[in-house]
Each structure stands twice: as structure tokens, then as C-alpha cells.
């Protein structure tokens, strides 16, 4: 179910109007001649996808905030991003729906026209190998962070009223595939190709890039020293950050001339062949 409704105060399950009375900031730009910005940003309720709508609306992007289960959060990141001036709206999908893709775009495009940046950065990270592979796990991995990006861009070229960016959140295993985690791999490995493609069919109106990071968060049990050592072993000696992330994608979104890229920051780690790692989060 998607919600359009102003993030401040209490929520209603019910859409309002999209002619709502914009937030100073927003309106201060408009006065001032400049275009209103706005993004969705799938799964942005927590970790990468939170970190980028937190600061996007520093910069002034009005924001739709989608999640599935984690509403708590959306709530949280809501009053930030209004707390920065900027429009927010809060949007529940479970997205290995296929419809799911349809009824999102088409409410964040009703609720905020000017929407000019889809980040697709939902994704699910579960453990499996070729020999505990199972096939509901699989099914979700291809859902969630393949098919739902493409059908997510599909129904954003199709419904946008203005030029626009989309933004795919990939890893850096799509550059140095070991078969670790498989199904989250070939999942990712599906997206990457799909970047090109997308940008391919569905140019001039929709860029389509991609952001590969490397390990931005600790995952699973993996503790602040594994993490850090991670870090350590890279080629470079460092890892990315979050704002490293956060600088690429308004890279990738406010600049015209730039489809059909993917950028890696991950400090070099893809340029690493060895497998097994020691040092991979385990679930």
C-alpha cells in the first residue's frame, strides 16, 4: 500500500491531494527560480538507501521514502528529512511483488510531479552457496534486487514528466564474482548487465547508471575488527563511506551527460582475485 500523506505528525493510510502546501525550503526555491528536485529511494528506511535520502534532502531533493516492513524507521527518517526543510513521503511496498513496481512510481509521481531521481537501493543480503541453495531463496534474491529495479525504471521512463536519473545499487562482486553468498551475486550480476541495457532502450528520456560499493556496513555477525580489516586489506587501505556513496549519486544525478556508468568505490577490493575471502560477514 502506498502512502502519500506528509510525514509530520500522525500518518494516514489514506493519499491526500498531491497540491499540498510544499515546505518553505522547497518554496524558497521556486521563488528563486530554481527547479524543485525530487527522489524515491527504495528500501531507505535503513543503512545505504537512509544514509543517501538523509543527504539528498540536505541538498534539497523533496523525498519519497519507500519501505516494506521496517515503518518505524521510514517514521524516523521522515522527521529528518522534513527537519532539513524539504518535502517528505512515506510509501510501503513489498517489492517481490511485480505490481508492486507500478503502484509505487505511479503514487510518488502523483504526490510529487517534479520527481526527477529513482535510487534503487532496496535489496536483500541472505547467505547460500551452490549446496544450500534453495529455490525460494533464489526467487527472492532475483526478485528483490534484479526484477524490481528493472520494473521500478520501466514504470519511472513511462510516468516521469521530467528529464530524469535512475541510480541502481549494485556491489563491487559484480567486478570479482566468487560464489560466496551465491544468489545475492548472480542477483546483483543480473542488475549490473541491466544497467547498460536499460540505459540502451531507454534513452534520451531516462539516464540509467550504477553505484558498486564495497563494504559500506558491517553485515551480519561480522565485528568492528573483521570490519575494519576488510578496510585494512583492500589495495588502497581504506574502504568507502557513506558519504562517499551519498557524493557519487548526486554525481550521477546532476550531471546530464552520464548514462550507462558504473562506478566502483570500494577502495580497489574488486581488483582483488583471491577466494576464498577470511573475511566476508557471515549470516
Same mark, same amino acid.
Request: with cysteine; aromatic share 4%; charged share 20%.
Given at each position: 500500500?502506498?502512502? &502519500?500523506?506528509?510525514?509530520?505528525?500522525?500518518?494516514?493510510?489514506?493519499r491526500r491531494p498531491a497540491n499540498i502546501r510544499r515546505p518553505s525550503h522547497?518554496?524558497?526555491?521556486?521563488?528563486?527560480?530554481?527547479?524543485? !528536485?525530487?527522489?524515491? =529511494?527504495?528500501?531507505?528506511?535503513?543503512?545505504?538507501?537512509?544514509?543517501?535520502?538523509?543527504?539528498?534532502a540536505g541538498e534539497g531533493w523533496d523525498i519519497a521514502v519507500h519501505y516494506n516492513t521496517s515503518r518505524p524507521e521510514?517514521?524516523?527518517?521522515?522527521?529528518?528529512?522534513?527537519?532539513?526543510?524539504?518535502?517528505?513521503?512515506?510509501?510501503?511496498?513489498d517489492l517481490v511483488d511485480p505490481a508492486a513496481a507500478d503502484r509505487l512510481v505511479a503514487a510518488c509521481v502523483a504526490d510529487l510531479p517534479h520527481i526527477s531521481l529513482l535510487v534503487n537501493s532496496a535489496s536483500v543480503f541472505k547467505k547460500d552457496t551452490v549446496a544450500t541453495l534453495r529455490p525460494e531463496l533464489w526467487e527472492e534474491h532475483l526478485r528483490i534486487n534484479a526484477l524490481a529495479p528493472i520494473l521500478l525504471t520501466r514504470a519511472f521512463h513511462r510516468l516521469c514528466r521530467v528529464p530524469h536519473c535512475v541510480i541502481n545499487m549494485l556491489d563491487q562482486k559484480v567486478a570479482n564474482a566468487t560464489p560466496d553468498f551465491f544468489s545475492y551475486t =548472480?542477483?546483483?550480476?543480473?542488475?549490473?548487465?541491466?544497467?547498460?541495457?536499460?540505459?540502451?532502450?531507454?534513452?534520451? !528520456?531516462?539516464?540509467?547508471? &550504477?553505484?558498486?560499493?564495497g563494504l559500506v556496513l558491517r553485515s551480519g555477525d561480522q565485528?568492528?575488527?573483521?570490519? !575494519?580489516?576488510?578496510?585494512? !586489506?583492500?589495495?588502497?587501505?581504506? &574502504?568507502?563511506?557513506?558519504?562517499?556513496?551519498?557524493?557519487?549519486?548526486?554525481?550521477?544525478?546532476?550531471?546530464?551527460? =552520464?548514462?550507462?556508468?558504473?562506478?566502483t568505490i570500494d577502495g580497489g577490493r574488486h581488483l582483488l582475485q583471491k577466494f576464498p575471502f577470511d573475511d566476508l560477514p557471515k549470516e
Amino acid at each position: 500500500m502506498a502512502m &502519500g500523506p506528509s510525514c509530520s505528525g500522525r500518518l494516514s493510510l489514506t493519499r491526500r491531494p498531491a497540491n499540498i502546501r510544499r515546505p518553505s525550503h522547497t518554496r524558497a526555491r521556486e521563488r528563486n527560480g530554481m527547479a524543485a !528536485k525530487a527522489a524515491l =529511494i527504495t528500501g531507505s528506511a535503513r543503512r545505504i538507501g537512509r544514509a543517501i535520502a538523509a543527504h539528498l534532502a540536505g541538498e534539497g531533493w523533496d523525498i519519497a521514502v519507500h519501505y516494506n516492513t521496517s515503518r518505524p524507521e521510514a517514521e524516523s527518517l521522515a522527521r529528518e528529512v522534513e527537519a532539513a526543510g524539504v518535502a517528505c513521503r512515506l510509501y510501503q511496498e513489498d517489492l517481490v511483488d511485480p505490481a508492486a513496481a507500478d503502484r509505487l512510481v505511479a503514487a510518488c509521481v502523483a504526490d510529487l510531479p517534479h520527481i526527477s531521481l529513482l535510487v534503487n537501493s532496496a535489496s536483500v543480503f541472505k547467505k547460500d552457496t551452490v549446496a544450500t541453495l534453495r529455490p525460494e531463496l533464489w526467487e527472492e534474491h532475483l526478485r528483490i534486487n534484479a526484477l524490481a529495479p528493472i520494473l521500478l525504471t520501466r514504470a519511472f521512463h513511462r510516468l516521469c514528466r521530467v528529464p530524469h536519473c535512475v541510480i541502481n545499487m549494485l556491489d563491487q562482486k559484480v567486478a570479482n564474482a566468487t560464489p560466496d553468498f551465491f544468489s545475492y551475486t =548472480i542477483s546483483k550480476l543480473a542488475l549490473h548487465n541491466a544497467t547498460r541495457m536499460l540505459a540502451m532502450s531507454l534513452w534520451p !528520456k531516462t539516464r540509467v547508471n &550504477g553505484i558498486a560499493p564495497g563494504l559500506v556496513l558491517r553485515s551480519g555477525d561480522q565485528t568492528e575488527e573483521q570490519f !575494519k580489516a576488510v578496510h585494512r !586489506k583492500t589495495p588502497l587501505g581504506i &574502504g568507502p563511506s557513506l558519504a562517499e556513496i551519498c557524493r557519487a549519486v548526486v554525481l550521477l544525478a546532476e550531471t546530464p551527460s =552520464i548514462t550507462g556508468q558504473v562506478i566502483t568505490i570500494d577502495g580497489g577490493r574488486h581488483l582483488l582475485q583471491k577466494f576464498p575471502f577470511d573475511d566476508l560477514p557471515k549470516e
